[in-house]
């Protein structure tokens, strides 16, 4: 997610997108030339990159696009041409996909070590390095091997790829798949309804970042920082719950946050966490849990090119894809432990401990989902394995050295921080979901109240203003005509 300041969130959306695409959604008719969406948001993609990056950022993207757009044509005609063999004296179509691979892999390298977010706006440009920087790459391989796979058409609009390629991977909290987004780039202009539920879903990522995640974040990083043997069973496990929280309304929120602003400019875009710490099983956990990125590893690394050919998924390519997911959050021996940790519980559950779990109660059921989620946490958080474990004997209460001395005070508000945020984990009850469509329909009505001033201001100036101009006109030419005549 590429808006993580509070700097985005109150200047950038709100006093220079959002009401930019507001008029533009009630004054700019379907089909007039010139005034095309796709254009404006390919050119807002390269305004962020070089805002953030500067020129020479502005223009690798520039050309990323160009060549992407390029090669996916000539894929799709090679692939058209022979079953994907290659004439006499051309490329194969696999031959062109492994090209545009290697070159969207090699862009990304470029941006990360080579400083292109040098200058006054480093630290802005910061925050889409390295997880900004690889979305870039993701969404460009999907593309091409989508094209490939003749799953899609490759588009022949430039803006439209441009605003997949280069804006969306600033906004997204999750590589997307272009064969999802692909219909919402050629839509017109966002209406209120649109506005109205975007702004929704930007307070509520905004809510679960700066207050939940933040709160949390704060205790969390307060007992993590403490000597792991000197804690106290009850610390321990405050600590942990709050590492649970952050991490999911951290990554959920930036996630909201896009889906929200996405909405804002007419696109939709796919959920990317669906309340996974109410699932039974870590595999049902990671059917939930950051969802385009675990999809985005299974469709185009544990797959082959040809990925209409490869059997379902087995145990060992789950179990791949997870520990991707972990080398991917982070390249310390911690991430890598915590993806082998989740890759090898996904096959022993696989392997038949999945039936055994589903025979538990249902209660039970959810407890052991999160206890073991919370375990890889701990794995996960923590500087090195030993710390980790010694965390660990702590949960269990087996420090024999833990003592209340220097035990910080917890606050008010982390305790109501994590009642809280224990309840949203939660999916809403149908009665609750209910009022969404109330508050869609308040922001609405809200936003028509704001904009009637202006708009009967503007109505009124005009009717006003309009027939003096034409009088001033008209007595102007006409006395002009006359006083030459009598010359």
């Known amino acids: 997610m590429f808006f993580t300041g509070p700097i985005w969130l109150s200047i950038l959306i709100p006093i220079v997108f959002a009401p930019v695409l507001l008029i533009a959604s009630l004054a700019i008719r379907p089909g007039r030339a010139g005034l095309d969406k796709s254009a404006f948001l390919s050119a807002a993609g390269l305004g962020l990159a070089l805002l953030t990056g500067g020129t020479l950022l502005a223009a690798v993207l520039v050309g990323f696009v160009l060549f992407t757009h390029w090669i996916a044509l000539t894929l799709e005609r090679a692939a ?13 179509a696999r031959a062109w996909m492994m090209v545009a691979v290697a070159v969207h892999g090699m862009t990304v390298v470029v941006i990360v070590r080579t400083s292109l977010f040098a200058g006054p706006r480093e630290g802005i440009g910061a925050a889409i390095v390295p997880f900004g920087a690889s979305y870039f790459a993701f969404h460009g391989i999907s593309y091409v091997v989508d094209v490939y796979r003749q ?27 272009y064969g999802g987004v692909a219909p919402h780039l050629a839509q017109g202009w966002p209406g209120l309804s649109d506005y109205s539920y975007g702004v929704r879903r930007l307070v509520i990522g905004v809510w679960k970042v700066f207050v939940i995640a933040d709160v949390a974040g704060r205790q969390a990083d307060v007992v993590f920082a403490l000597r792991p043997d000197h804690l106290s069973a009850f610390l321990a496990w405050v600590g942990l719950a709050a590492f649970t929280l952050q991490i999911y309304y951290g990554f959920s929120g930036f996630s909201d946050m896009g889906i929200g602003f996405g909405r ?101 059921r959810h407890v052991y989902l999160i206890l073991v989620v919370m375990v890889g946490w701990v794995i996960l958080r923590s500087q090195t394995l030993g710390g980790g474990l010694l965390f660990l004997k702590a949960l269990a209460g087996l420090n024999p050295s833990s003592s209340s001395r220097g035990v910080p005070t917890i606050e008010l508000a982390v ?13 809403l009850s149908q009665a609750i979901r209910r009022w969404t469509v109330t508050i869609d329909a308040l922001i609405l009505s809200l936003l028509m109240l704001l904009s009637a001033p202006i708009l009967f201001t503007w109505r009124s100036g005009s009717n006003v203003v309009t027939p003096m101009l034409r009088l001033w006109r008209a007595s102007r030419f006409g006395v002009g005509g006359q006083g030459g005549s009598t010359s």
Not at 80 to 92: D, E, F, I, K, V
């Open 80 to 92: 058209a041409r022979g079953n994907r063999a290659a004439n006499p004296g051309t490329l194969s």
């Open 415 to 427: 305790w109501l921080v994590l009642l809280a945020g224990a309840i949203g984990c939660a999916p």
């Open 264 to 364: 804002m400019l007419g696109l939709r875009l796919p959920e990317n966490f669906r309340w996974p710490y109410v699932g039974q099983t870590v595999g049902e956990f990671w059917r939930r849990w950051h969802l385009g990125l675990s999809t985005w590893f299974r469709e185009y690394t544990v797959q082959s090119p040809d990925g209409d050919r490869v059997p379902p998924p087995s145990a060992s390519r789950e179990a791949l894809v997870v520990l991707l997911c972990g080398i991917w959050y982070g390249a310390e021996w911690t991430f890598v432990a915590w993806g082998l940790y989740h890759a090898a519980l996904i096959a022993a559950e696989r392997a038949g401990m999945d039936a055994a779990v589903k025979r538990l109660p249902v209660l039970v």
């Open 151 to 177: 799953r899609v058409v490759g588009n022949r609009s430039r803006c439209q790829l441009a605003v997949y390629l280069m804006l969306l991977p600033m906004i997204a909290g999750a590589p997307l798949i």
